[in-house]
């Protein structure tokens, strides 16, 4: 197998049991035979070393009569193109427009450092100059992590004890706003009382008015409200979700029975809120639903993604954040054994790994699992066991729950699968959160602080000691998966990102109509929170 | 008709008239619901649709149009007498159209089914965008039971009746276009559609369709797109709609445009379009120009759905190099399911051997199976449990037949054996290492044409080559009549003797199945018989592991030692590989033909068997047939759950039991045995009085339904149709209201109206409220009587008993534990032959309306004959009707058939009893009742129960609650008035050669159907009634095991551990594909899906049962302060995760398999254990 792209080096290396300085795959891609730089590299390393660095390269490519490094061919490296039309904000890159008459169009404008396929004669001793390219990032610090915390056993008290914990913490988040009287003293203040109720969604039914009686649970008991079908407010009724956590404020009704509700109060996320960055000027790559083991998985598209990784315009891009669906898994659905690639789970993960360690080794990875992982599809989910960790160790991830909360640099990346999505989507009026714009229905969740606030439909609950699914802290950014969209925009300053996906369309989404967002890996400015999206289809 | 059919008819309605005298006098003292019988007798299908449809009138026009035209054209000759009303009292335009479109589908139907009642809700006049009125036909799920071409002939009418009154045609918006395609998808993936129509053919549809296509909620699951329509009601699937729309419309197209075109109001010039597949847009040249065709037939579409049965004949070059056989098909191994075992694998050699025929309790969707293969298969079969099977149709009942080959085994000692005897089948069965081959499975003619089934490959067998012995000059009748020659199992001379007499092939008795060895272990097999010796009459031959084994897939029996195997009976075997009698082998393999030696690539030695011998040997078993077990025969009686003496509400009372006398004992805040309950009013006629009986308390009038409007107070009558609005508010009134019972003092009294003590029974059931629209409670008195004969009641005030239907064309009394005498007393006078009825053993030919009772069903209609003549006695005060004293009374008494979505009772006459836990009554009396005999049950009913006691007071006004009550009863069987396929049905003695030689080539059942008589070439003749004949008999209809061993081993596991235990015995079956299938089709659903439930759960009060969608923030029950539970429990969750882990393991299964399970595990792990604080396993070491 030919070894001019740099990801192919990787591999290569990788199946020998070596990770590598990206300089140093930088420099045997481009020698002009790989195989044989390649060889006489692993010969220069000593006996014992892990990874092979640059010197090792160099050594080896001084001491051989390698050829001079020719022009690599274009045809095997397409360009990865940003996608302008779609970037979020201005960033500095989006200013590389896509130029297929371009000779290098892998290297960017802003970036000027070494061009070595443009110039055939470039001594490749030149890049040593560019040493400094190396990443250094620091490792994410991880909050909601419950992977080995799993205390739940099953039994109704903890799924009370849930409710309870998210109703806590969620009143807690509204009782600013409002003074809350427990519904079962309600009845007690009397006809035309002003009152105001922090409850859960417990049932939301039209009336034969058509007006909404909307019922909210608290500790104490549940209450009914009554919303005006001819109230600005009525809208709202729309966007709620059982089980959310909601205020309401308004007047009790003459027998004392129903509240008449003038206002609702969401938890959500305050206007003024401010997020975080990073202080110097540093990246990450937002990726999820790579799905390895379908026949739909594209290798090639990953290869490009690893590969451009490698180059030096990648070279700020020190995290790679993946919100679940590693693998395509088994099982997930009837009969899936016939349209897999790999029908070995481990086998799958083992793939994955290996796809893994085509990303520069020295980048930061956390991962999640998704609902097509071998964990428990009941959230929050648990991070992967240990025999899988075993299969994904080469690169040294963070593997955490889902959701989990990822400190990157001072900015916080809330990091959910988004299995809730679906139900965001199937409930909420088309304009308020469809499949075409994930991140709008990424915008209700946060305004909920709640990852998956209705029980009981499609969205899958294991009691714990607390509700792992409440957002306490608004995060700076919110990153999801799942729907195979890719969709992102603020919602209070808040960056929401739903990334795409690796697999090419399957024909259970060509029978419904989805049209799948594949190969785009979000680059997210820490620094800044821009964003764009980069393109390797 | 014949003189004897008549008068076999006319006895059976004097009976039925006297019956209805008695009940009669006893329903007119008032104290039923009504003072009438409410089952009325039709004569004729006429009568049951007028009666089921409720509109007068009806029957008289349908009888004069039958003689003229076809059920169809009747039907839309009735949609004139509708609109002009001159049939129907119908004022309003939809009332009429209404009528029409339910008149038709109850022609179709024959009056028997539910479908025109309750699958057709209402039609409505709507309007379309441009302010014209359209039709909208609202359909309902038990549209289901009426077939699609009825179904879509209901569209036809309604568009009939439409054109005929002026309306408008429907203009589908858009979003309701796409809404019927997103729907159907929905409902095909929720319940499954017979055929689904691609989007695009859904669109077309409902883009042309004239009439709007409407109806009931069916699933949970609602679409995702296009919701909250403003001209559909819901947003779930609307399962009648997707059922006349899918199996309807779309696949009975041609059939509609048969009957457009004589329409000329109608036009549905579209059709031609659905027909060809022109409608996308794309490609419609191309389909015009293949198929330009005028589409009368209505196969288009069915013919895709089968294509891949049919694929065989196709691939056929020029030189065959391997036999005819027909394509193995998995389907049926589908779904399977732990506990229920699989016979034999698709095709697979030692499975069940097709042999053509039809045995006397045979035909109509049964398959013939030998008495010992029940036993050999662990008794998991016996007479009437169905099978899943893999041709000629989907599912058949099982019955016994001893006239064909039972199953070959190798015993623990190493013995082959053909086993013909159950007997002895039950003496060896514990020793059986291997079942080698499972014997002959009889399928009958009828059962090909029924599933428009190609025949195949025939087995060789003795009533074929007895017809190739004529064909080549023996005399047969001499050999028939030669009482030292065994035409079934002659010796071995004789075999070798016809052979070299007759240019006949070798009797199928030394046949063997030289298919299933390959050419190598035939040679090998006849070296190895050379170099044997014979000893005393027996063939010695070296034991090596191929001989054995060609031994035994030859299906020759032998014993055998260490190092030898005995075959007794040899010389044909020596003959047929080429041996002489002094083992000097005659042929070389060189002397083989290429041919012969490339046959199925070598697998197969019959060609070359062929070569060596200078006579013919035929193919023993070409077809083998795979199956699996469905479900398990059924004879029990039908209890409701829980079980009900008498429908008299006593709310929560009587605890769960439902309990009277505890609920009478019950003290509430009003007094002893003293609640409100919402019941029926009624008003006495004569003295005004008010109560909920329907016999006046104070002056034993009988009482009426009393409807006052809760807004204004007017009292109101029911109209025609038994609706009720007022007058004046035009809402609907209802006579139920809130009444105080002292149930104490009704318990009471009613013990001592009928002289009973408390303890003439053990508990007297009530229940809890009533579910009727106007809530009528019968009388105690008749609970008491059922409590004390232990029977109880159905919803419908009638008891049932349930049993597997199976057919019987003739019978001996012997077997039905009933003498001659009985027979003759019947009307029985002739056996089949002719003979005068003169033993118990003959074999008589069963007329139409007689059934045989099962022991079960026989002892339950004693019990329910003591109850109505204690009934008659002591409550009404008659004299008794039964007076049965022991169980040959209830010969010559008449029941009712009775099958589930019908609402028609077939009369029938008991002639006997049957150990086997079965229905058996003549087919057309099943297909009366619409039901065919592939594993089916229903019910029979003591005729004076039903007369006395049902009524449609009692039916729960809900949904589908008038299907599975006795609306009407037919009281004769016209042979053209029943579910044709039983007119598919051969009633011969023989089937003729050229049958035969026709299966070898596959023909399809229609090239020879004019050389075998079916059922529907009698009809109309006068001998519809008589001359089933078949060709195998069978001792007895109740031979093997009276239970399957599924109803006799305990726990699902049991069921599992034997069920893959026989897998490993069977050699047609592959163990470790059961044991696959069982973890893929039901432990690993059932884990997935109770793990999802579980992550998902209602919760439930133990105090008040109260539920709620989520855990109450609360804790307790909001209702009642009471603890609350899950109702997904970890215990229901892993039930199956260790035992199918240990299959997975012990069964070899898939790695896929196995990780999938391991998976799961620990997501149970993760779910249901503590991380801090979990048991040490042993994986945790590992």
Known sequence: MPLETSSRVVQALARRGYNAEREAVTLIAESSSPELALESAIEAAPEDALVLTTDHVREALEAEPVPDPKQVDGANRSPPSTDTGSTATDTASSATTDDPAREDPSVSSGTPAREPHQDAETDPDETKGTGAGARSPNPPVVANDMTGASTGTGAYDEFVGVFRDRYERLSGQLRGRVNHRPADSIEAMGGGADVELIGLVNDIRSTASGHWLVELEDTTGTFPCLVMKDRDIADLVDELLMDECIAVSGTLADDAGIVFVDAIHFPDVPRTYRPSTADRHVQAALISDVHVGSQEFLADAWGRFADWLHTEEAETVEYLLIAGDMVEGVGVYPNQDEELDIVDIYDQYETFSEHLKEVPGDMEIVMIPGNHDAVRLAEPQPGFDEELRGIMSAHDPQIVSNPAVVDVEGVSVLMYHGVSLDEVIAELPEEKASYDEPHKAMYQLLKKRHVAPQFGGKTRVAPEERDYLVIDEVPDVFHTGHVHKLGWGKYHNVLAVNSGCWQAQTDFQKSVNIDPDVAHAPILDLDTLDMMVRKFV | ?????????????????????????????????????????????????????????????????????????????????????????????????????RTAVALLTEGVVAAPIEGIDRVEILENDDGTEFINVYYAGPIRSAGGTAQALSVLVGDYARALLGIEEYRARDDEIERYAEEIGLYDKETGLQYTPKDTETKFIAEHMPIMLDGEATGDEEVSGFRDLERVDTNNARGGMCLVLAEGIALKAPKIQRYTRQLDEVDWPWLQDLIDGTYDDTDDEEADAEDGGDGSEDETHEDAEIEGEESAEQEEPDAPTGPTRADPSQKFLRDLIAGRPVFGHPSEAGGFRLRYGRARNHGFATAGVHPATMHIVDDFLATGTQIKTERPGKAGGVIPVDSIDGPTVRLANGDVRRIDDPAEAKEVRNGVEEVLDLGEYLVNFGEFVENNHPLVPASYVREWWEQDLAAAGADLQALEDDLTTDLDDPDAEQALAWVEEFDAPLHPAYTYCWHDISVDEYDALADAAAAGEVTGDLLVVEHTDTVRRALEKLLVEHT??????????????????????????????????????????????????????????????????????GRPEKSESRDLSPAVHTLFPITELGGSQRSIGEAARNRTDKGKGVYDVLVGERECPDCGEHTFKPQCPACAAHTEPYYECDECGTVCEPDESGRVECPRCEREVESPDWHTIDLNDEYWS??????????????????????????????????????????????????????????????RPEELDVTVDHFRELGYETDIDGEPLIHDDQLVELKVQDVVLSDGAAEHMMKTADFVDELLEDFYGLDPFYEVNERDDLVGELVFGMAPHTSAAVVGRVIGFTSAAVGYAHPYFHAAKRRNCDGDEDCVMLLMDGLLNFSKSFLPDKRGGQMDAPLVMSSRIDPSEIDDEAHNMDIVRQYPREFYEASLEMADPEEVEDLIQLGEDTLGTDDEYRGFDHTHDTSDIALGPDLSAYKTLGSMMDKMDAQLELARKLRAVDETDVAERVIEYHFLPDLIGNLRAFSRQETRCLDCGEKYRRMPLTGDCRECGGDMTLTVHRGSVNKYMDVALRVAKEFGCREYTIQRLEILERSLESVFENDKNKQGSIADFM
């Open chain 2, 750 to 811: 009613a013990l001592e109206r009928t002289d009973e003590r408390e303890a003439s029974f053990e508990i007297l059931k009530g229940v809890k409220g009533l579910s009727s629209s106007d809530k009528t409670p019968e009388p105690i008195e008749k609970g008491v009587f059922r409590a004390k004969h232990g029977v109880t009641s159905f919803k419908d005030g009638t008891v049932r008993y349930d049993m597997t239907d199976l057919p019987v064309t003739s019978v």
């Open chain 2, 560 to 629: 055998q030692t260490e190092d030898a195997l005995r075959i007794p009976d040899f010389r044909p075997l020596l003959r047929q590989l080429g041996l002489t009698d002094g083992l000097r082998r005659e042929w070389e393999r060189a002397d083989l033909s290429a041919e012969a030696e490339e046959w199925d690539g070598g697998d197969n030695a019959v060609r070359a068997v062929n070569e060596v011998v200078d006579f013919e040997v035929r193919e023993r078993a070409p077809t083998r047939i795979g199956n699996r077990m």
């Open chain 2, 1 to 101: 008709m014949r003189p004897d059919d008549e008068r076999y008819f006319t006895r059976i309605e004097d009976r039925l008239d006297e019956a209805f005298e008695r009940a009669e006098a006893a329903k007119a003292q008032g104290k039923d619901p009504e003072t009438e019988i409410e089952i009325p007798v039709a004569r004729d299908m006429a009568d049951r649709v007028e009666n089921i449809l409720g509109i007068p009138g009806v029957a008289e026009r349908v009888r004069e149009l039958e003689g003229e035209m076809s059920r169809e054209e009747a039907a839309l000759e009735l949609v004139t007498d509708f609109v002009e009303g001159t049939v129907g009292d119908f004022d309003s335009r939809a009332g009429k159209i209404e009528g029409a479109v």
